[in-house]
């Protein structure tokens, strides 16, 4: 669906044809703000639309960029937006059968000079909250780190490459099933570089980030033992091991 530099991807199964201001943040302004997705740096939303439970993203930049650009990307294409990449990756992982949201629709709207602003709706799965969330309040035993390298294996046997492996994008539901959210510059990968070595190591950062003493941080226990547990589910999974 395109009009007027704007275009919009949607799944014709579950949202009618979509307007516009499903996307405007003024039409959510009071919709409650969703932990983790950290994809962006602007705030994620739980929206209730049709009878469906979802979550709005807007696309944001991070780092030095994004104190310039803040929501506006390089315009290189549809085909290139973030938001359609990463609304057709995440249909592909469902496909695959992988733990992810059911991508909704994909928002594009361009503005001179040559760049574009950029959304994503995905169906809110029930009843999750972050690993990191869950780490804060609860000490796991082996079982849930164990599930949490499972879910890792699983991606990476698929070649899936996420951009941003954390303990907020990954998310655990009452049953202790895991997921992973936010594939903003994901994708499949079929080289033999090391990336899954570096996600791998990009997850214990984040760990050991959260579980770092601080005056106002929770308690989270991260340590050896539970890296160990987590590579044992990931090798039980397929997974080839990676060091620390």
């Known amino acids: ?17 979509p307007e516009p201001a499903l996307f405007a943040a003024m039409t959510w302004a009071d919709a409650p703000v969703a932990p983790g997705y950290s994809g962006g740096r602007g705030a994620t939303r739980f929206i ?9 993203r807007h696309y944001h930049r991070g ?13 290189l294409g549809e085909a290139r937006t973030r938001c359609f990449r990463e609304w057709r990756l995440l249909a592909r ?32 799965i029930p009843d999750v909250e972050p690993l ?14 164990q599930a949490v390298g499972l879910c890792i294996a699983e991606f990476h046997r698929a070649g899936v490459y996420h951009a941003d492996l954390t303990a ?4 655990i539901d009452v049953a202790d099933r895991i997921f992973l959210l936010d594939f ?15 996600n791998l190591a990009r997850l214990h ?30 090798a039980a999974g397929g997974g080839s091991v990676a060091p620390a």
Do not use: C
């Open 1 to 17: 669906m395109r009009q007027g530099g704007t275009g919009i991807l949607y799944e014709d199964t579950v949202l009618r044809e």
């Open 48 to 56: 209730a639309h049709e009878g469906r439970q979802w979550v709005l």
């Open 63 to 75: 780092g030095i960029v994004g104190r310039l650009l803040n929501d506006q990307f390089l315009w």
């Open 93 to 124: 992982l469902g496909e695959l059968g992988l733990p992810t949201p059911v991508p909704v629709a994909a928002h594009y709207r361009r503005s001179p000079p040559g760049y574009y602003v950029a959304d994503l709706v995905t169906a809110r």
């Open 132 to 145: 990191s969330s869950r780490l804060a309040r609860t000490t796991p035993g082996a079982g849930v780190w």
């Open 168 to 171: 907020h994008n990954l998310q």
């Open 184 to 198: 903003d510059r994901g994708r499949i990968r079929h080289d033999r570089r090391p990336w899954r070595e570096a």
């Open 205 to 234: 950062r984040s760990l050991t980030k959260i579980s770092a003493p601080g005056p106002a941080s929770p308690t989270v226990t991260f340590g050896e033992r539970q890296w160990r547990w987590l590579l044992e589910g990931y």
